[in-house]
Structures are given as C-alpha cells and as structure tokens.
C-alpha cells in the first residue's frame, strides 16, 4: 500500500457496490494541525484520522526506523483505518527518534505514536521522553530468542532509554522470575518459544524471559505465556519505569473521570478468561451451613497460626475426596479428566486485580501446614512472586467475600476447571427447628458454580451435603 | 490450456481392418497450481546412433505390432528428405504434465506418440505437487472456515468444534493423486499414446534407450520433459521424517506441533497454510530479506498481513540455514543460521520439523546429453525461445526439444504444457512461440493469490527502459457483493498497465478464488486485448469476476487510447 497515495488508484467512483474511500490527501492534510509541538524540537507523530469514522488505527507497517533522517512530505508510517490503509506524511524535517506504537499495534486516534526530533542529538532525549511518556507501551516486541532475559533490570532500563535500541530490543518489566528449562536454552541464556507464544507475549505484553516453558524439551508455548499473563500483576506493580508499567501509579493516584483506560496486562487476562468462560455452560447449586462447630475450632487453633482460608480449603478438599468428579475438569468437550490432585485455588484480590494463589494436595496436607503455606502464597502474591504453578495449577475454587458481610453472590467458573465455590459471611441467623422451636445459629451460605457438561446436579447436591457434614462436624479437618 | 480436449481421430488398428470413428470428449485433467513439476528421466550410456532415416507420418510403417496409427488430419512438415522409418513421430521422456500435455496434442496433430516413463505417469504435479497439494489446502480451507467463530458468527452459523482425522485428511490427498494419475493414464492409452516403461537415455539424435539397453527407441521428435525435483541446499539433512522436503510432507505422515519451512515461496507459503490450518505452529526461514520474493511487493505485503501476521507464524528473514540435523536421540531438529550477507553465525531454532521449501532443481542427470554434445546449466537444459535444445556450443541440436521445469523457463505444470504443445505445433509446420508474459500463476492459500506479466517495479524498470508510462490500478474485494456475501471481504486486485496505449502489463490478485479469476487477465494478455476494449465485457452480477471488471474500468487511459473508433453515421 505504501505506492497508494502516489498510484493512480481511484479510490471510488459512485458505483453502489463500491465502499466510499475518502480522498486520502484532504485527510493526511488535515493532521498537521494535529503535529503538536511538544517541545521546542521534539514533536509528536499523532495517530491521524483517516475517516470520519475512525476511532483508532492499526500501525500496519513503519516506512522508516528509527533513528532514520525524514524531510517534510515524506512517508512515515501505512496505518490501517476501518476503511483502507493508508500512508501518513511527515510534516517537519527530522528525525525519527522514537517509534512508540509498534507494527502491528494499535493506537486511539490522536495519540502519539511516534516522536520525531529535529537534530540527531535530540534522538536521545526524545527517547528518554517516549519511555516515560508514553500512554501506550513502547515497543514491546517479544524478546526474540537471542536476546537474553536480564536479570538486572536496572541495567535494562538503561538499555532501554539509550539512543535508539534495535526495534527488536527486549523489554524487562520486572524482575526474572524464571527462565525457561529448555535443555537447549544454555541455562536460560536463550529462549525456545513457539511462534504462537512469542505472538501472544508480544500481545500480552509478558516477557518470556520468565516465562517457564512446559512445551516439548521445556519450550515455552501459548499456554505458558497465558498463564504469566494472568499472573503479570506482579510485573504491573513493581516495575520501574517502563511501558504500561509506568502510567499505573498515576492512574491510581486520581481517576479521571471519562478517561478510557486500556487494559493492563492482567484485565487484559482476567478479560481474556472471563470471556472465554462463556463458552461452558455453567448452573449454581447453593446451600446453608451451620458453622458454630467451624467457628468453635477456629477459635481453639488460631492461635497455631491456622486460617480460616486454610479451613474451609481443608473442608472443601476433603469433600472433594468423596466426590472427584467435583474436582474433574473438561477442557476440548468431549473428554474430561479426574485431575489426580486436588488443589485448591483461592481467590485473593490484590492492588489492580486478582489473583488466585494454590493450596496444592489441600486433602492431604495436614491444616498446619496448609496454613503456613497459604499464608506463604499471600505474602509472594502481594510481592507479586508466585510462580506459574502457585497460581495456575488450581483444580477447584474458592472465593470468599464474607468478609465484607456479603451474604451470598454467585461466582463464574475459571476456565479448565469443573467447579468454584463462593463463600458468604457467616451471620448468626434465626432457626426453626423441627420440634417448632425457634433458636440462633451461625449459618454461611455456599454457592457452587459448576461445569454441566461433566457435573450434574446430583453430584454438586451431595458434595454440598458431604461438606455440610465435614464443616458441621469439623473433627476431621484436624486429623 | 487444455482442460478439455476434443480429440477427434479415427484410430486403425494395425490387425483389423474396420476403423471405427471414435469422439474423445473432455479428458479431466486437473494441474492447477505451480508447484512445479517433476517428471522422471531417464538413465544409462549410449552408443553411436544408427538410424538416419526419415520418416513421413503419412506412409507410416509399422514396427512392432499392436502400434495404432493415427490419420493424418494436420499439415505436414514437409522436410524434403526421402520419408525414412522411425518407432515414432514424437517421444516424450517423461510424463508428467507437460509430457501429457504435449502427447495429447501430438495426437490431436496426427503423430504417432510414445511417452517414457521411469517412475510414476503424472510426474510431479500429480504425484507429489500440486495435485495432492490441492487435497490438503482443501481440507485447511475448510478447517478454516469451522474454525473462524466470528466469521461463522457472522453468517448465523454455529458448528461444534472441528477437529480432524490426520490418516483421514492424508488418504485424501493419495486417493486424488490416484485418481488423477488413472485418468491421465487413461487419456494417453485411449487415444494411442504408447506408454513406454523405463528410464529414458538419449543414445544420439533421435535416438532412445528406454530402460534395459536391449530396448532402443527411434523417433523423428524427442521432447525431454523430465522435470524437477525439490532442492535441498548443502548441510540439509533430509530423513523423511522430521526434515522432509514437498515429497513427504504431502503424505502427511504427522503433523508437527512447531515446523520450521525453509523458504518463503509457493510451496512454503501453501504448506505454512495448511500446517497452520491443522493445528501447528509455523517459524518461516527465508534468505531474502523480504517473505515471499517474487510477488508484486504490495501483494506481497498484503499477503503478510493475511496470512502470516494473524496466524500462528513468526519467521526469521534475510538468514540462511546452513545446518540442519534431524531430530534424534531425544534431540529437536536443529537448525543453525546465518546472517545471509555477513555470513555471521545468527541463531539457532530447535523445532519439531523442518520443510525444506528452497525451490526446485531440474532433474536431467543421466539422461545421456553428453552423448549429443549438450552442457546442462545448473542441470538447466538449454533451450531457446521454440524450447529447442541448444548444445555446448549453442547450436540448435536438431530434432530435440526441451519443456518443462527441466529447461527453467518457467517452472509451472501449465507452462510445461503450453511448451510442449507450442513444440508440436513447430514440429507439425506452424511456428509458435509461446507467450510467457501470458501465464499465470497461483498460490492457493486462503485467500489465494494469483499473478499474471509483470509485478509493479518490473513494468516500471521496462518502462523506464522502453520510455512509456506505467499506471496501476487497484480494486478491493471489499467493494465487491459476492465477497460480502461470503463474509470474504479481505482482497485486492491490481492492474499495471500502459495508460498511453492501454495495454495490460500485469495482474495480481490477492482474495476469495484469486486463482479462477485470474484468467480473465491471462486470456487479455495473451489475446493481446486492451484495457479499452475488456472493460466493455459484460460480467454476471453478483459474482467475484466483478473484482475484475472494476479493475479495468478504474483504469484511467489516456485519450487517444480510447480504441474502437465510433462508427460513423
């Protein structure tokens, strides 16, 4: 398309089977008011309107790189409008410092994509500005395979903001986690990732140097980069100074009302998830429990170092002994599998998202330890350092909100899992009895979103009954 | 081309006397698709020649029995000499489909045929090309389509998930590589071409060994037409198994989960969309620095954005891979490579597989040229514009023609076979030299993209050189109904063509059946119609040819081009 604007292509005659095309110089013509001048001589290159009803733009390709001389008139950039892709023009005599939206990306119309400055000195400055300023992440190109995960992101950053880094430059956005076991990788030096991975990393904006690979010979694959996305809290909050990275502080300190916030790396996966649970047909079976017993031992082993958390996962693991196909998962539709532990993910609300940390073996872990390693998990989850495993590896849920004095609610189903259960507050509540008494217990209402394809109703029925018992009965949870 | 012939002969056979008028209809004959052919040649020495003698088709004599001879209804090339007796008229080394091509019309033309055949009739195309190709790319279009939620959304579709059967999709593509193999048999036995068994050898001027050296064969015309086989560059180990060529991935042995493809081209980009299509992921390797060399670069940018970007693709350009070792002993295949202009070592791709998609080398290796004095060029027989063989010393070697990949000219089954027909139009008097701005190409991935004459800068360089003004002209499938009502919106077509005298110089499309709406262009060009003239064809409304009739409509010529002049009333 680059040609298009000099071509003898006409875009349209009136013919109804033709889409109008606007004439694409009144446009192109009409983004040089749009130039903004930043700075004295760093100015912005703006995402143009192309159409009158284009909102943002696809960079479908950079004519020029960075670092390149560009003289007025000449183009710059062929963005993909929702009507056709068209070449945008340079209006000032420059160089192109900083490419800020890359290929492939999109951007509102408006915003910066790209700075342009006037001397080959101001190339460094205007870089500097393109990776503090930007609204939308630079370059997050996937890390390609030669390129070694850091593990110094001081030294990174530095790399990042010198003169012009290769658009293939790697970008750190928190600190190494992991690196991939591939027996090839030379001790994580090199990164085996499959192409759908590195597309989606790029997409999800993970960096793969601390993603750990499950794929053949330990290759990171689709599946990998999925499961860091959703755990990239952890590089949204504590990485210093980089891409998107960098606009949550301010986001948080005040929201502007009517400002439209793109997604972080983790909504963008929470998103992801939740829209992808979708396609399960989900149904609810909710009961009340009485929990003075729950509550009686609770109090006796508190002072152990024993949570609630840890007792209710304890209860619910051990009723998911009784009833594995509670604790089954159906991932292609056709198939399911009785997952052969039984780990319990509990949901836990972090600063910006969600997180759901893994009681692993929760029915045969004995509470003690449940409970040390689950407050484990929350001190890493705040520190944004659970691994892979400590947060993707859940069979069922639990999320709890009885905290808040919510009652009841309704939770939705994590994908590739066959049940999740949402705990409410337990209240002390006014009971009839059989012998038409009326009396006071403490009761909490559970409510279990489950998979129908392979749990019915009969099944989440008598697991719900079977765990009545156990948390009516709590003697069990101690061994 | 012939897609269907009416052949019309009446066949005598040498034992009884009756003659019976048979019409041969419409022989099916499927190519299609340029990924090259490769038909098998011949082997063994040869000694002197023998036979000088010449032979007129008219006053044949039979030499062995059971040999049909067929009436004369062309011209005859009348060469003077007394008539003298060979075996044939015309011979065929190889028959693939140009050897086909070229026997059917040597039939059509009245000569007495034989074809020779050392391996399987059908060659590459319908062996191990573009036939069993089709198969496969057939399964990954619709693959695609089940696939595509939001576009089987958009039609008010809902289809369960689509899964396949990898044994299931591969007997597919052997039953039709068969079918077409029987039918092109079929063909040639029907109308007389006698199949000859073997590996042909040129012993001397018109003169063949066919297998055993026992079995000499004399024909006044020989065509090698031995085709190609793929090329695997040095430090390429090919098993069959996780480094494979063309050959075994259309058997369809497994379906890695990471293929690495060795180039960038038709058969790299057909296979990268049919792996993608069932379930792989693709990493392209290409030694250029640009993926797809040798499309119109707009289309080729275009088709990056419609067939690489959005799918499970990455690549590595502008590098060359100088080692490849299989997978073995628990290790990936590995794949070692080097910056194409500094020659630094770059990367290393460990992968499940590896297709080598580098191209196509001739296959003319003991097919005895030496003993008829001919220097193959990079296994390339020499040949000029008639396809006549050119020897060492650049002389015509009479008698002898040359069609097909094993020439280069153009390595596609279609212009195998317009060469081979071209070369028995000259042998049967009429001078025909075949047009090869004319032919088109296609790649049949979804979208497929197609190609006729010359890309943009090409005209441009010729016009420049020859002092005219090039144009383009570019419709999109977008704009057209037929597209829209298939949810196929995503496409371009593209006219260059001279705007001083309105004559096309290429077309490119890129979109839903690009490879069927090619012709209409390769026709213009090949007719020589101009631009003033096509675009007052009448096209059917709705269909996608419309994508071409805006195309030549849109093109601005200047004035004095408008041709028919306005009759005077």
């Known amino acids: 398309m680059a040609r298009l604007l000099n071509s003898s292509f006409v875009p349209s005659s009136s013919s109804f089977r033709r889409r109008p095309t606007l004439p694409p110089a009144f446009h192109i013509s009409g983004n040089r008011s749009r130039t903004t001048q930043v700075q004295a001589k760093i100015r912005e290159i703006l995402m143009p309107a192309l159409s009158s009803t284009m909102t943002e733009g696809k960079i479908v390709s950079w004519i020029k790189s960075e670092g390149d001389k560009l003289s007025k008139g000449e183009s710059v950039v062929v963005v993909e409008s929702d009507k056709a892709d068209m070449d945008v023009e340079n209006f000032y005599d420059g160089y192109l410092a900083a490419i800020m939206v890359d290929e492939g990306g999109v951007a509102t119309v408006g915003s910066a994509i790209a700075l342009l400055a006037e001397t080959e000195d101001e190339i460094a400055e205007a870089v500097s500005k393109a990776s503090s300023s930007s609204s939308s992440s630079p370059a997050t190109t996937a890390a390609e395979s030669t390129s070694s995960p850091s593990s110094d992101p001081q030294e990174k950053i530095v790399d990042n903001a010198g003169p012009v880094p290769a658009s293939k430059a790697p970008v750190t956005s928190g600190s190494v986690v992991a690196s991939s076991t591939?027996?090839?990788?030379?001790?994580?030096?090199?990164?085996?990732?499959?192409?759908?991975?590195?597309?989606?990393?790029?997409?999800?904006?993970?960096?793969?140097?601390?993603?750990?690979?499950?794929?053949?010979?330990?290759?990171?694959?689709?599946?990998?980069?999925?499961?860091?996305?959703?755990?990239?809290?952890?590089?949204?909050?504590?990485?210093?100074?980089?891409?998107?990275?960098?606009?949550?502080?301010?986001?948080?300190?005040?929201?502007?009302?009517?400002?439209?916030?793109p997604f972080t790396t983790m909504q963008g996966a929470v998103s992801r998830n939740m829209v992808e649970s979708l396609a399960v047909p989900t149904f609810r079976v909710g009961y009340t429990i009485s929990t003075g017993a729950l509550d009686a031992l609770y109090k006796k082993i508190k002072s152990k170092g024993v949570t609630m958390t840890a007792l209710l996962a304890k209860a619910t693991a051990l009723a998911l002994v009784k009833h594995p196909v509670v604790n089954s998962s159906c991932r292609d539709g056709k198939s399911f599998t009785y997952n052969s532990s039984i780990n319990i993910a509990v949901a836990v609300a972090i600063d910006g998202g969600l997180i759901t940390p893994v009681l692993q073996d929760a029915d045969k872990v004995d509470i003690y330890s449940l409970s040390r390693k689950w407050k484990e998990l929350v001190d890493k989850a705040r520190a944004k350092q659970l691994q892979p495993h400590e947060y993707n590896t859940g069979t069922f849920t639990l999320s709890n909100l009885g905290m808040f004095g919510v009652d009841r609610f309704d939770a939705i189903l994590p994908p590739g899992t066959g049940a999740i259960m949402a705990v409410g507050a337990s209240q002390p509540t006014v009971v009839a009895s059989k012998d038409g008494r009326i009396g006071m217990k403490n009761q909490m209402q559970v409510n279990v979103t489950a998979d129908h394809r392979v749990i019915y109703g009969a099944d989440l029925a008598s697991f719900l009954q079977t765990l009545a018992k156990i948390i009516e009965d709590p003697k069990d949870l101690t061994f | 081309m012939q897609a269907s012939l009416s052949v019309s002969f009446s066949p005598n056979s040498s034992t009884t006397i009756s003659r019976s008028h048979n019409t041969f209809q419409s022989i099916p004959f499927s190519h299609g698709k340029p990924l090259n052919l490769r038909f098998c040649g011949l082997r063994r020495e040869a000694l002197g020649f023998t036979s000088l003698k010449r032979h007129d088709s008219n006053y044949r004599v039979h030499i062995s029995s059971g040999r049909h001879s067929n009436k004369v209804s062309a011209a005859l090339s009348a060469n003077g000499s007394p008539p003298k007796s060979f075996d044939y008229d015309l011979l065929i080394i190889g028959a693939g489909v140009g050897g086909h091509g070229a026997a059917l019309h040597a039939v059509e033309k009245g000569l007495k045929t034989a074809i020779v055949e050392g391996d399987v009739v059908g060659g590459t195309c319908v062996n191990r090309g573009c036939v069993p190709s089709k198969a496969l790319l057939a399964v990954s279009g619709r693959m695609r389509e089940l696939q595509s939620e939001h576009h089987l959304k958009a039609l008010g579709l809902q289809v369960s998930a689509a899964g396949y059967d990898r044994q299931g999709v591969a007997d597919h593509a052997n039953n039709l590589a068969s079918k077409i193999r029987s039918n092109l048999t079929n063909s040639m036995k029907a109308i007389g071409v006698d199949i000859l068994t073997g590996f042909g050898t040129i012993l001397g001027p018109q003169k063949v060994q066919v297998g055993s050296s026992n079995n000499i064969v004399t024909a006044k015309d020989i065509i090698i037409a031995t085709g190609s086989i793929p090329f695997v560059p040095k430090g390429i180990e090919v098993d069959g198994k996780t480094v494979i060529t063309s050959d075994h991935a259309l058997k369809l042995e497994s379906v890695p989960d990471w293929i690495a493809i060795v180039g960038s081209g038709y058969i790299g980009l057909e296979f990268s969309d049919v792996y993608t299509a069932l379930g792989s992921e693709v990493t392209f390797i290409e030694a250029l620095d640009q993926l797809m060399p040798g499309f119109d670069p707009e289309i080729g940018k275009l088709a990056q954005r419609v067939l690489i970007n959005p799918r499970k693709i990455d690549y590595h350009t502008g590098v060359f891979a100088t080692k490849i070792t299989p997978a073995r002993d628990g290790k990936p295949v590995i794949i070692?490579?080097?910056?194409?202009?500094?020659?630094?070592?770059?990367?290393?791709?460990?992968?499940?597989?590896?297709?080598?998609?580098?191209?196509?080398?001739?296959?003319?290796?003991?097919?005895?040229?030496?003993?008829?004095?001919?220097?193959?060029?990079?296994?390339?027989?020499?040949?000029?514009?008639?396809?006549?063989?050119?020897?060492a010393a650049g002389n015509l070697v009479p008698h002898l023609y040359c069609i097909g990949d094993a020439n280069g000219k153009m390595m596609l089954a279609h212009a195998a076979s317009a060469q081979g027909i071209s070369v028995v139009e000259q042998v049967t008097g009429r001078d025909l030299v075949l047009n090869h701005s004319s032919i088109p190409a296609a790649c049949f991935t979804h979208p497929e993209i197609s190609m006729v004459g010359l890309t943009e800068p090409q005209a441009r360089e010729k016009g420049e050189r020859e002092g005219f003004e090039v144009s383009v002209a570019k419709t999109s499938f977008k704009a057209n109904t037929k597209a829209l009502a298939e949810n196929e919106g995503e496409g371009l077509a593209k006219l260059i063509y001279r705007p001083d005298n309105g004559e096309i110089l290429g077309v490119h499309i890129l979109g839903l059946h690009a490879a069927d709406l090619i012709h209409e262009a390769s026709n213009a060009i090949a007719l020589g119609t101009r631009i003033q003239d096509i675009k007052f064809a009448v096209h059917a409304h709705p269909t996608l040819s419309e994508v071409l009739d805006e195309l030549f409509k849109s093109a601005k010529l200047k004035s004095q081009a408008s041709s028919p002049e306005p009759v005077a009333v």
Do not use: C, W
Not at chain 1, 186 to 192: F, L, S
Not at chain 1, 227 to 247: K, N, W
Not at chain 2, 336 to 343: F, H, V
């Open chain 2, 336 to 391: 070692e490579l080097i910056d194409a202009k500094t020659k630094e070592p770059k990367d290393t791709l460990e992968v499940d597989a590896a297709l080598i998609a580098t191209g196509r080398a001739p296959f003319t290796n003991d097919l005895g040229l030496d003993n008829i004095n001919v220097a193959t060029q990079r296994g390339f027989v020499p040949v000029d514009k008639r396809m006549r063989v050119l020897d």
């Open chain 1, 182 to 261: 591939h027996p090839a990788s030379e001790g994580g030096k090199r990164i085996v990732a499959s192409p759908y991975a590195k597309k989606l990393a790029k997409e999800l904006k993970v960096e793969l140097g601390r993603v750990v690979g499950t794929g053949p010979l330990g290759r990171i694959v689709a599946k990998d980069v999925e499961a860091a996305a959703a755990s990239d809290v952890a590089a949204v909050g504590s990485s210093p100074g980089v891409g998107a990275a960098a606009t949550v502080p301010g986001k948080s300190a005040g929201i502007e009302l009517g400002m439209v916030v």
